[in-house]
T-cell receptor, first 110, second 114 residues
Framework: DAKTTQPNSMESNEEEPVHLPCNHS???????IHWYRQLPSQGPEYVIH???SNVNNRMASLAIAEDRKSSTLILHRATLRDAAVYYC???????????FGRGTSLIVHP | DAGVTQSPTHLIKTRGQQVTLRCSPK?????VSWYQQALGQGPQFIFQ???????QRGNFPDRFSGHQFPNYSSELNVNALLLGDSALYLC?????????????FGSGTRLTVV
């Protein structure tokens, strides 16, 4: 699987937007970009995924660069419950096994 | 609709012992994957079961084995426990056609080896 690079940690204030970056310069044309998050004492939770176009769902938005070498997960209004580790993952090939790095630990201040 | 259920939630074992962890997948899912997560690290893939067979395996020794039952539930067995096996063990379920949309994870079993 192609590798992703994320900052170790980021901080935000409650009710402000948060932009979590992910670099994936070796992405192939058929790789989907997936995001998961892991709240304390819980398993990872699927957030969103995309291929080329920007995507929105009830949890977040995903902005994908035109060259697809980077993407950004956008939380429009951070809440204390959004404090978690966020993982950016590439789905490659026909067999999709999420391969996790260390992710970005998001700290949300009240 | 229940998600992925894992049992037990916590477990303490002694070095050299054997342990069995259990997982019930989300309703409608037929594929189960197991992960090991050490403190401060991301989850590491152990293996995946589909149609009662191990389909893929990560870089884990043979001490780690598994099983999938006809009702799609699964067990993870670890023999000859080492202190380094202490971790959070996560089960994730999916369906082949829905793998691209994401996996559903359980809350995990916290294993402590003393």
């Amino acid at each position: 699987d192609a590798k992703t690079t994320q900052p170790n940690s980021m901080e935000s204030n409650e009710e402000e937007p948060v932009h979590l970056p992910c670099n994936h310069s070796t992405i192939s044309g058929t790789d989907y970009i997936h995001w998961y998050r892991q709240l304390p004492s819980q398993g990872p939770e699927y957030v969103i995924h995309g291929l080329t176009s920007n995507v929105n769902n009830r949890m977040a938005s995903l902005a994908i660069a035109e060259d697809r070498k980077s993407s950004t997960l956008i939380l429009h209004r951070a809440t204390l419950r959004d404090a978690a580790v966020y993982y950016c993952i590439l789905r490659s090939g026909g067999s999709y096994i999420p391969t996790f790095g260390r992710g970005t630990s998001l700290i949300v201040h009240p | 609709d229940a998600g992925v259920t894992q049992s037990p939630t916590h477990l303490i074992k002694t070095r050299g012992q054997q342990v069995t962890l259990r997982c019930s997948p989300k309703s409608g899912h037929d594929t189960v994957s197991w992960y090991q997560q050490a403190l401060g690290q991301g989850p590491q893939f152990i293996f995946q079961y589909y149609e009662e067979e191990e389909r893929q395996r990560g870089n884990f020794p043979d001490r780690f084995s598994g099983h999938q039952f006809p009702n799609y539930s699964s067990e993870l067995n670890v023999n000859a426990l080492l202190l380094g096996d202490s971790a959070l063990y996560l089960c994730a379920s999916s369906s082949p056609g829905q793998g691209r949309d994401g996996y559903t994870f359980g809350s995990g079993t916290r294993l402590t080896v003393v």
